[in-house]
């Protein structure tokens, strides 16, 4: 496991870009963590470095954003999801293997989480801004 720490957005989602570079174009990156933790300036950050142009945005009310640039990038919000029925009708299992999967809420469907899945846990640090990452499942360059 990987200890990083982010003192602003900006530093979140550079730790985001720095991941993309280890993907080769299929994982699941599974995140944690509460509101206002930075998960969608993280996912913002790995979809810049996976060539993504377009604005990323919290896919709450979509619950599936689609981005492309090297690869597809699958934004999933799963705060929602609260059985296996919600989680067939996001077609979350039609989209496995078909690019990267990015995951808010990851806690919610636990269980279905690939084997390999990445996880990125991420918490309060000392002050307001700062978040600390842990991130277990791959190896940052």
């Known amino acids: 496991m990987q200890k990083l720490i982010s003192n602003s ?3 979140t989602e550079a730790i985001g870009e720095r ?3 280890s ?3 299929t994982e699941v990156i599974a995140l944690f963590g509460g509101l ?3 998960k969608t300036a993280f996912t913002r950050g790995l979809a810049r470095g996976l060539g993504v142009a377009d604005g990323v945005s919290s896919p709450t009310f979509a619950l599936v954003n689609e981005y492309a640039g090297r690869c597809a990038v699958y934004h999933f919000d799963m ?3 609260t059985s296996w029925d919600d989680l067939y009708s996001t077609g979350f299992f039609d989209y496995l293997d078909n690019g990267v999967l990015v995951i808010e809420w990851s806690e919610n469907i636990e269980g279905a989480l690939p084997d390999n899945a990445i996880r990125v846990t991420i918490s309060r640090g000392e002050h307001d801004d700062s978040r600390i990452f842990e991130i277990e499942g791959v190896e940052l360059t």
């Open 9 to 11: 957005p900006a530093e």
């Open 23 to 25: 993907l080769s174009g």
């Open 79 to 81: 705060y929602r999801v």
């Open 36 to 38: 206002g933790m930075g």
């Open 19 to 21: 991941l993309a570079k």
